[in-house]
C-alpha cells in the first residue's frame, strides 16, 4: 500500500497544483493501511482521473490491494472522467463519490451501464449537483430496486 501511496504522491506533485501537492504530502505521511482515497476538491480533470485510475489499477494488480472507498467529488472531471473511472475502478470499492464533478446525461449513461453490466462491489454512489437529468436519475433509481444493498443519492 505504501508503494501506491509513493506513486499517487508522485503524480500529484507533477501537476505542480497547490491542492495535490498537499494531498501528496498527505499521503507520504501515511504510514499505515488505509483503503480509503479521496481526491476531493484538488482542481482535477479527467486526464489526471485516467492517471491516478492507471496508478491504482496497477497497485492493485501488484500488491493485491483491496480499495474499499474512492472519492472525486468537487473536481471538474466531467463526463470524460466518468469513463476513464468506471473502466480502471477496482472491484473491491463500494463507495464512491462524485458530488459536483460536471457529470451529464453522457456520464450518467455511462454508470447506469456499468452499474447493470460490471461485476463491481458498489454499495453506496454519491452524484449530488451534478446535471443528471430527471429520466436518467429514475434509470439509477430503478437499478437501487433490483440491487437493494445499493444507495444512490443525488
Not at 35 to 64: C, G, M, P, Q, Y
Not at 76 to 99: A, F
Not at 132 to 150: A, D, F, G, V
Request: proline fraction near 1%; charge should be negative; hydrophobic fraction near 35%.
Amino acid at each position: 500500500m505504501i508503494d501506491l501511496y509513493e506513486k499517487l504522491s508522485t503524480y500529484l506533485h507533477s501537476t505542480g497544483n497547490k491542492s495535490c501537492i498537499l494531498k501528496a504530502k498527505e499521503f507520504e505521511s501515511y504510514q499505515g493501511l488505509d483503503r480509503n482515497l479521496h481526491f476531493r476538491d484538488l482542481n482535477l480533470n479527467s486526464l489526471d482521473v485516467l492517471e491516478i485510475a492507471r496508478i491504482i489499477t496497477k497497485s492493485n494488480l501488484d500488491n493485491d490491494i483491496k480499495i474499499e472507498s474512492i472519492s472525486f467529488s468537487y473536481n471538474n472531471i466531467m463526463d470524460e472522467g466518468i469513463k476513464y473511472l468506471l473502466r480502471y475502478i477496482p472491484s473491491s470499492v463500494s463507495e464512491i463519490g462524485l458530488v459536483n464533478c460536471g457529470i451529464t446525461d453522457q456520464g450518467a449513461k455511462e454508470i447506469v451501464g456499468w452499474l447493470t453490466n460490471s461485476n463491481n462491489s458498489i454499495k453506496m454512489l454519491c452524484i449530488e449537483q451534478n446535471e443528471i437529468s430527471e429520466s436518467l436519475k429514475r434509470k439509477l433509481h430503478e437499478i437501487t430496486q433490483t440491487k437493494p444493498y445499493l444507495s444512490i443519492y443525488f
